[in-house]
């Protein structure tokens, strides 16, 4: 893995939910500078670099429901070593598709992120009707309905990463 520079910001979500596409749409570039990779049997941790301010940790896209239980287990140590050896992962982006929420993979990925500073991003939200977003928003209300199409949430997704990045206010010494 690079060596530690930057907070890293880490995006997760299971394959095909959209996240290269959201990744895309924050970032504003369909090339992001590419830093480094760390490949794991079969799949690999991607590591981009936002000038000196941030990085971005594409973690490879978690299994659909029938991937073996051996290729899981590779899945999580890669993201184990990842998550073990960083010391500035600034908060995790997991990304959901917004039809169907917290699967049971999702929430087997979540606790496997841990307890960490985290934004649920509801994407592909273009395909709900006004109604079905209303009522996503009501049973979620911390997560952000998000759309690369539309682009619905790119502006305050961020927003909210750019304060993740604040560094904590100075502490001042009585004189
Ligand atoms: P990844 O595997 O999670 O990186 O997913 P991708 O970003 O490659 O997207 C998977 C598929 O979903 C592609 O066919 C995209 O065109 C489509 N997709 C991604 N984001 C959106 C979205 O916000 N709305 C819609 N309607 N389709 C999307």
Redesign the pocket.
Known sequence: MPAPGPPEIVFA??????????INALVGRKRLAFTSKTPGRTQTINFYALGELARLVDLP?YGYARVPQAQRAQWRALVDSYLGSRPHVAGIVM?MDARHPLTPLDVQLLEWLGERRRLLLL?????LTRAEQAALKRKFADALL????TRQGVEECRGLLESWLEPPAEIKSPR
């Open positions: 979500g299971r394959s095909n939910v959209g996240k290269s596409s959201a896209g990304i994407a592909k939200a273009d395909k998000f759309s690369s199409v």
